[in-house]
């Protein structure tokens, strides 16, 4: 468990080491830096959501249109 608990550690201290260091090169805030990555990884998740939605209405959208008829009598 102690071992768990020293790997946690180390990841969470250079994790959090990261938006330090560019929080302190930028000269802002390390909470402004941190809110950042959090509201960007929201907009692309769903930014890639939203494509996928279109995608697929177009894809149904195509299938209703082109719809292969057999005979003349398959309105």
């Keep these: 468990m102690i071992f768990i608990d020293s790997i946690r550690y180390f990841f969470e ?3 959090f080491d990261v938006s330090t260091r560019l ?5 802002i805030r390390v909470t402004n830096v941190r ?3 959090i509201y960007i990884s929201f907009v692309t998740v ?3 959501f939203g ?3 279109t995608l697929a209405f177009l894809l149904k959208l195509k299938d209703m249109m082109y719809t292969k008829r057999t005979s003349v009598f398959d309105l």
Excluded: E, H, I, P
């Design 13 to 15: 201290r250079r994790g």
């Design 23 to 27: 929080a302190d090169k930028m000269g």
């Design 51 to 53: 494509v996928y939605l």
């Design 46 to 48: 769903g930014l890639s």
């Design 35 to 37: 809110l950042f990555f």
